[in-house]
């Protein structure tokens, strides 16, 4: 038992400070209630995809700075689709080509040896103009089950906390145990020894980057399902997935951390923005509290580590 | 509604770091001051896309607003949270764009009036031929695309005006003076230039690389109309696109609280268009003119029969319970 | 007991693969070339304007417009450079730079053109010694690290910004002078720009920090080993790459002449990439400022060329990502490393 | 053995990029067999190991598994094809934990955790984090791995290297039951006794050639160590009684007390200027923890070293070299900055401090840089990179970095590992000529023929402590091997 608290510590810290972080918002706002969260987990929901693959592809040593170009490919692509065509297929292939995008992006990787961030930062142009091409101004149209599909309660939560935890886990637990999920951890903790240990590194490379691809299309179908048209340009999601997942216990230089701890990170972020309008905070004064945080919690955790470290 | 008889207001605004979004806020805050029943001002102003703006509507419901004043990223991609707003009585009112979510008060810059207005005056100005470099917005933004439909409209009314260069300048003052040089460089003649809201810089590129300048359209920022009166041989036109359209807003929405909606759920503030080729315009631009205003701002600093503040209350920038 | 040196005889073609490896300059600035005469053929006479009478066989105006937006961009190119060095990165150059342009905007008609340089430069060496505490004490990794900064600077811009909408904006005459004045059809930044490079180049190869930067990079424990102490490096490194970056701020200021709130935002990404086709290791370790300036050079051809281009601008962003995946690849393949 | 082997490589070579670590290298094993590989530091052992289990790719040779020719492309085609090695580097994944780097190799678990039973260790966790186990742990699960996945080949590479001798014992029993059973098996190491007791055969590789065969049987070390260096080299004797004069008076370094938990415990000695003091113990005696002290790494966890009589206390390794300590890791990897020229690295120490961070004395550095290639003698062709370098001269590089700053005490920890005979010729005489010209040298080596030839005395370190202190002119061979086993002690009370 102690020693599973030990192991998952960073998270149960985060879990306790999002719980404290709802009492706060409470205290402040004495209406905040299902509402609040349901609207909460709206807000999340791009964030949380975005970040669930941004941690895996830290996870397996890498970095992708093309997140929200792809989400935004994805969005333009399921909306000028589901114009055309029913939902579901526009659905299907909007989830492929995030997949697709991710595995150019891998096999990009490992087959130019060009380092992932180099890739990734070209890459990021390319999805961003693919998503100009395929929709020039915002349009398009989402289809209305997608819409409601994420408003609302379900089980007495918010439909949109629902869909986030359950795909994610659908995805990412059975991959996480199996041994695609294991290669994963491995060749980001030491690619050499995963090598010698007979994982197939490169492919487990390219298969991480494609899981990104499906995150980000996940991501993009969320923004299509939210704002109900495709948007060509990209949000504010790489800056602010990187963050959420080195918050969440991802270590950059791969190995190290999980998807629970990110999400739960996003979920931090996102009400900290909702305490602060609560609060009516200098919208300017925001910004800087972002940071802040940021630096800040990177640097805590940087000191908690070492000092676990010297005493372990 | 509130009972103790103070309003608070939510804003939403998703861009942040230009002149004009700026000027657009401080609007809204100073008219926010001098409304006397406005006890309280929540500003949600960062850069973000429209699923961001959606959650800082809903954070805005959250804290219990009595109105949301926005500056929609998009038309129709906010309706969800409008909506859920206006169910809770809460009185939207959109500036600067339009938003398509039923019972939503608008109070809009015509976006694509702005562009027909200084496109046709170039045009015009050049006799209704020859050669033109059109510098736009950011592709694929809303405000864009607005302004890209005006364009077309008076394009299309001048057959024998041809468009040699067509960019984006991601409204980046940087990328604007770059891509003009880049144009000048390249030796191929052009008569005018439409800019959307780039200006002053690209009347320095015209001056820095000693080109014979041809007439410019910009917008009413304060650093092009200076430019306009000061710069010898600038031909030029500025089409007005007050950001103090906030500050409309916000009159507009306390306007609403108190019972005196408009008949029409649609207000356009319709672009007036300055140039400097008249006596009568450079009177007018003379008049505009604010030699201490940050030149990003637009000059027109208020809307006559909407805002109440004061210069030194929007310069001040202070809302309700500041300062 | 293996120093048995390979003596078989090698075929030309691999020697000639070799002698590029050992001068990587060579292909990065046939490329440069290579981009020049692709424009020329689209826009003939835009770089030899014999054909449209224009001054000179190469048109100075061409060449003068090319550097002296290359200028600023090398110059954060440079900052790139020395962070990479050692493995790290700086993300906040882009909005020290606009920090600094707005700060000493706004400040010149109160405090004098000096002064308000001098506080500009300042809060460029103030979040670099942020950055470089956070990178030196608390070991967060450069990317966060710079990330954060630059977003707490933005925030501080903002609220500043606030106090001074009345100020007024007037830019220092020297800065003008540099920003848009010309010298043998040349523009003056180049005053600044040469002997900033020559002190870059100076710093990098020539100087016991410009060692260590390298050391630092290449082996880490090497270098601690050597006596070494890191955390007066990192901080000595971010420190020089906040002043560098709040330097070209006050440069850009002078040209573009528009202190806007996003400024130099947009350099941000262009400077990692001009860093990145220089040759520079994002891994540490190997970098040259030579190539970052005809990386900066490149790119500026390149945005040239998409500019002028008549296609959707999706495709010109396209192109533009396709092109530096394919520079650097090709970088990557010819030297050999990574 | 009229039977088709299970394993039989010829003609293997592999060239990394300069370095011809294998030129013609050829082995065979046949069921139940146990070969010992042996060959000098560098021989290319472990490089022939990766290229039969697929860890690296040969540019020449052939493999064939029972007779088959077969391309192994990869460790795990290599598995598949009953081929499982233990490389001399542990190959768990850090940041998993046990059970999980099983799964990632398809172990069963039931016999994994038998075979950790059977190797000594009983209180194992499945999930226990690789990165928290020490390192003999490690070395006992990597072999359990291998056990697991019953292999009808196993190739240990210096698997003992790092272990206590109680788990050595475990290791050779378990290895000589499982080729009882029929298991072939390729063992690499460096100890003959362990070859000895071990191996039916044993296959010499010199310079990346296989250079013979011999059978195990009395006597065969001589034949072997002859093979392993080619024409005999006469390594040279040494008159010890000049330098032993010289231990008096202030020392250079003293070191009381000193221990660093938990491998080392309470060492103390005192090393004079003019002295080359050896160290020598198997592998994880505590000789690493006691250089790292020395040298600034890590700080004791008590006792005390001064410098000319003043105590001292090292918070990073410039305040080491501040008090004249400096230090050559025996992990060349460690100390070179490899993609950097020969004079960076050599430099390197002159721009360490921030005094030092400007403009770079170029004469003064071209001076001290060439008087420590030429004292070397570094082979300079490839100087642009160091990594371009042989072994032995990055090496020489790594030493010569002190040379050019002025050596006062200079720590040594195997400076030989790796490099040639001809080479270690050279060094020898420098290390006394260096001690002749006033400095301190405390000098550790594995290879325990070094102590006679280059150190006046050698201190003993097992466990953690000193357990003897032999003069050079007694220290042969098999007197330090008992001392470095632990042996003397007991002898000496006998
Ligand atoms: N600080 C340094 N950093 C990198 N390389 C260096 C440095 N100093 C010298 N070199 C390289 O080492 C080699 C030998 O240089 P050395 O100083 O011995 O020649 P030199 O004749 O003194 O040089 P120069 O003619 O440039 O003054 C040259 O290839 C030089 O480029
Ligand atoms: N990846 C590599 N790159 C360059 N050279 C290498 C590489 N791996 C090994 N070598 C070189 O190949 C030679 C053979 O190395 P190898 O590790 O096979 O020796 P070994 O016989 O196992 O020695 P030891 O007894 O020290 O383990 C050495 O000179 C080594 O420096
Ligand atoms: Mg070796
Ligand atoms: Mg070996």
């Known amino acids: 038992m102690s020693a599973w608290v030990r192991k998952n510590a960073w998270v149960l810290g985060l879990l306790v400070i999002l719980v404290l972080l709802m009492g706060l918002t409470k205290a402040i706002q004495p209406s905040f209630g299902a509402g609040g969260i349901e609207s909460l987990a709206r807000a999340a929901l791009p964030f949380a995809f975005a970040t669930a693959g941004m ?194 216990g991802v270590v950059l230089g791969g190995g190290k951390g999980g998807l629970l701890g990110p999400i739960v990170a996003v979920f931090i972020l996102r009400i900290i923005r909702t305490i602060l309008t609560l609060m009516a905070v200098d919208p300017n004064v925001t910004t800087i509290v972002e940071g802040t945080i940021m630096v800040g919690v990177v640097i805590f955790g940087a000191l908690v580590t070492t000092r676990g470290r010297r005493t372990a | 509604a509130d009972a103790h008889g103070g309003y608070t207001i939510g804003v939403s605004n998703t861009v942040q770091g230009n002149g004009w979004r700026e000027e657009m806020i401080c609007a809204m805050r100073a008219q926010a001051l001098v409304e006397g029943d406005v006890t309280g001002l929540i500003v949600a102003h960062r850069n973000t896309d429209s699923a961001g703006q959606l959650e800082d509507i809903n954070n805005l419901i959250e804290a219990g607003v009595d109105a949301i004043v926005l500056n929609p990223s998009n038309p129709d991609a906010l309706n969800s949270a409008l909506e859920t707003a206006m169910e809770q009585g809460i009185v939207v009112v959109a500036v600067d764009a339009g938003v398509t979510a039923d019972g939503a008060y608008i109070l809009s810059n015509n976006q694509e009036e702005y562009a027909y207005l200084g496109a046709r005056w170039l045009f015009e100005q050049l006799g209704g031929e020859g050669d033109v470099v059109y510098m736009r917005g950011i592709a694929g933004v809303s405000a864009d695309t607005d302004r890209d439909n005006g364009f077309q409209r008076a394009l299309a009314e001048y057959p024998n005006i041809n468009v040699v260069h067509e960019v984006f300048t991601g409204w980046q003052q940087d990328q604007g003076k770059q891509q003009m040089f880049d144009f000048l460089a390249t ?47 600038l031909e030029g036109a500025a089409v007005t696109n007050p950001g103090s359209v906030g500050g409309a807003g916000i009159a507009l929405a306390v306007d609403i609280l108190n019972g005196n909606a408009p008949d029409s759920n649609t207000v356009l503030v319709d672009p007036v268009l300055w140039e400097n080729t008249t006596e009568e315009g450079r009177a007018t631009i003379e008049a505009a003119q604010n030699p201490n205003l940050d030149p990003e701002w637009p000059v027109s600093v208020e809307i006559p029969g909407w805002t109440d503040y004061t210069m030194e209350q929007i310069i001040a920038c202070e809302g309700p319970g500041e300062g | 007991m293996t120093d048995a040196t390979d003596t078989r005889p090698v075929p030309a073609l691999t020697r000639f693969g070799r002698w590029l490896a050992d001068n990587p300059m060579v292909p990065l600035i046939v490329f440069l070339f290579l981009l020049i005469a692709a424009l020329e053929v689209m826009r003939p006479g835009i770089v030899m304007p014999v054909r449209t009478g224009r001054d000179g066989f190469i048109s100075t105006f061409w060449v003068s417009n090319l550097v002296k937006f290359a200028i600023p961009l090398a110059m954060l190119a440079a900052c790139q450079v020395l962070t990479m060095l050692t493995a790290g990165i700086d993300l906040s150059v882009g909005i020290v730079a606009t920090v600094a342009a707005f700060v000493c905007a706004t400040m010149t008609s109160t405090i004098g053109p000096v002064p308000a340089c001098l506080v500009a430069i300042s809060c460029g060496l103030v979040v670099g010694i942020v950055n470089g505490l956070g990178v030196a004490f608390a070991r967060v990794h450069p990317l966060i690290m710079t990330l954060g900064t630059g977003l707490i600077a933005t925030g501080c811009l903002q609220v500043y910004q606030r106090l001074v909408i009345s100020v007024g904006v007037e830019i220092p005459a020297f800065l003008e002078w540099l920003g848009i004045g010309q010298t043998w059809g040349m523009p003056n930044a180049l005053f600044v720009f040469v002997p900033f490079a020559a002190f870059i180049l100076w710093l990098m190869r020539f100087t016991g920090f410009g060692r260590i930067l390298f050391a630092l990079g290449s082996n880490e424990n090497a270098a601690k080993l050597s006596g070494v102490r890191s955390w007066q490096v990192f901080l000595a490194l971010y420190a020089l790459s906040g002043v560098i970056a709040a330097l070209t701020g006050l440069l850009y200021l002078g040209m573009i002449r528009q202190p806007s709130l996003s400024l130099a935002n947009p350099l941000l990404l262009p400077s990692v990439a001009a860093a990145v086709i220089g040759g520079t290791s994002i891994f540490g370790g190997r970098g040259s400022f030579a190539g970052a300036i005809v990386g900066a050079l490149i790119l500026r051809v390149l945005n040239t060329m998409l500019t002028l281009l008549q296609m959707p601008e999706g495709a010109r962003i396209v192109l533009f990502g396709l092109i530096i995946l394919a520079v650097t690849a090709l970088y990557v393949r010819i030297t050999g490393s990574r | 053995m009229t039977t088709t082997p299970l394993l039989d490589a010829t003609g293997v070579a592999k060239s990394f990029g300069a370095v011809r670590a294998l030129t013609d290298a050829r082995l065979t094993v046949g069921s139940g067999e146990i070969v010992a590989l042996m060959g000098a530091n560098g021989a290319g052992k472990s490089t022939f190991v990766k290229i039969l289990t697929g860890a690296l790719k040969p540019d020449a040779g052939r493999v064939l598994i029972r007779g088959q020719d077969v391309r192994v492309g990869s460790p795990a085609e290599a598995r598949r094809s009953g081929l499982v090695p233990v490389y001399q580097e542990p190959s768990l994944i850090p940041d998993l ?246 004079r960076e690295n050599i430099a390197l120490p002159f721009s360490a401090r921030v005094a030092n961070w400007g403009p770079i004395r170029r004469k003064h550095e071209a001076d001290r840089v060439g008087y420590a290639i030429e004292k070397l003698q570094i082979d300079t062709r490839a100087q642009g990179e160091v990594q371009r370098l042989s072994g032995g001269n990055q090496q020489k590089v790594t030493i010569g970095r002190w040379l050019a700053t002025g050596v006062q005490t200079l720590l040594l920890f195997d400076p030989t590992r790796g490099i040639d005979v001809r080479t270690k010729r050279q060094i020898y005489p420098l290390v006394r000529e260096l001690a002749e010209n006033g400095a301190a040298v405390l000098f550790y080596t594995s290879e325990l023929e070094e102590v006679a030839l280059a150190c006046d005395r050698a201190l003993v370190l097992f466990n953690g402590r000193i357990v003897d202190v032999i003069d050079a002119a007694d220290a042969d061979e098999p007197t330090l091997m008992r001392a470095v086993h632990g042996l003397t002690s007991a002898e000496g009370a006998a």
């Not at chain 1, 997140?67 to 297929?89: F, Q, W």
């Not at chain 1, 060009?114 to 998503?131: N, R, S």
């Not at chain 1, 179908?221 to 959420?244: D, F, H």
């Not at chain 2, 320095?204 to 910009?218: C, H, M, R």
């Open chain 4, 97 to 342: 934990d046990v059970a999980d780097n099983l799964r990632l190799g398809d172990t069963p678990v039931g016999p994994f955790r038998e075979w950790v039973a059977a190797l000594g260790i009983d209180d194992l966790r499945l999930d226990r984090m690789i990165a928290d186990l020490p390192l003999a742990t490690l070395r006992i699960l990597d072999l359990a791995r291998a056990l697991a996945q019953k292999p009808d080949v196993l190739l240990l590479d210096e698997m003992t290297a790092a272990l206590p001798t109680n788990l050595v014992d475990k290791v050779l029993h378990v290895v000589r039951e499982q080729a009882g059973a029929g298991m072939g098996v390729i063992y690499v190491s460096h100890r003959f006794t362990e070859i000895s007791h071990l191996c039916n055969r044993a296959t010499v590789l010199r310079d990346g050639r296989t250079v013979g065969d011999l059978d195990i049987e009395p006597g065969v070390e001589e034949r072997a160590v002859e093979l392993m260096l080619g024409a005999k080299i006469d390594l040279g004797r040494r008159d010890t009684s000049a330098a032993a004069a010289a231990r008096s008076g202030t020392p250079r370094l003293g070191v009381k007390g000193l221990a660093a938990a938990p491998k080392l415990a309470d060492v103390s000695f005192d090393l004079h200027a003019g002295e080359v003091l050896g160290i020598v113990a198997l592998e994880g005696q505590g000789q690493d923890e006691l250089f790292d002290v020395l040298a600034g790494f890590d700080r004791p966890s008590a006792g005390t070293i001064s410098v000319d009589g003043t105590p001292v206390s090292f918070g990073h390794p410039a305040d080491a070299i501040a008090a004249g300590l400096t230090f050559v890791p025996g992990n060349r990897a460690e100390a070179l900055l490899s993609e950097r020229s020969v």
């Open chain 2, 187 to 233: 030796g191929i003649p052009f008569d005018g230039v439409w800019t959307s809201g780039i200006d002053n810089v690209i009347v320095d590129a015209f001056l820095e690389s000693g080109a014979p300048l041809v007439p410019i359209v910009g917008a009413d920022n304060a650093g092009f109309v200076s430019m306009l009166t000061e710069v010898d041989g």
């Open chain 1, 55 to 248: 941690a895996i592809v830290i996870i397996v040593g890498g970095i992708d700075l093309s997140v929200a170009s792809m989400m935004a490919v994805c969005a333009v692509t399921a909306a000028v689709l589901m114009e055309r065509m029913g939902g579901v297929p526009a659905l299907l292939i909007a989830l492929g080509v995030g997949i697709a995008m991710g595995a150019i992006n891998g096999a990009l990787i490992v087959l130019t040896r060009v380092p992932d961030i180099v890739v990734t930062l070209a890459m990021l142009f390319v999805w961003e103009g693919t998503a100009l091409l395929i929709l020039e101004t915002p349009g398009g149209a989402t289809a209305d089950w997608l819409r409601e599909g994420i408003r609302g309660f379900a089980f007495g939560l918010p439909k949109a906390f629902l869909v986030t935890v359950v795909l994610i886990a659908l995805v990412w637990l059975p991959i996480r145990r199996s041994k695609l999920g294991l290669s994963i951890y491995a060749t980001g903790s030491d690619e050499l020894a995963a090598f010698r240990s007979g994982v197939a590194t490169g492919r487990t490379r390219i298969l991480a980057y494609a899981l990104c691809g499906l995150f980000c299309a996940m991501g993009g179908l969320s923004l299509a399902a939210l704002t109900g048209i495709g948007e060509p340009v990209p949000g504010p999601y790489l800056l602010a997935s990187v963050a959420a997942a080195v918050l969440g």
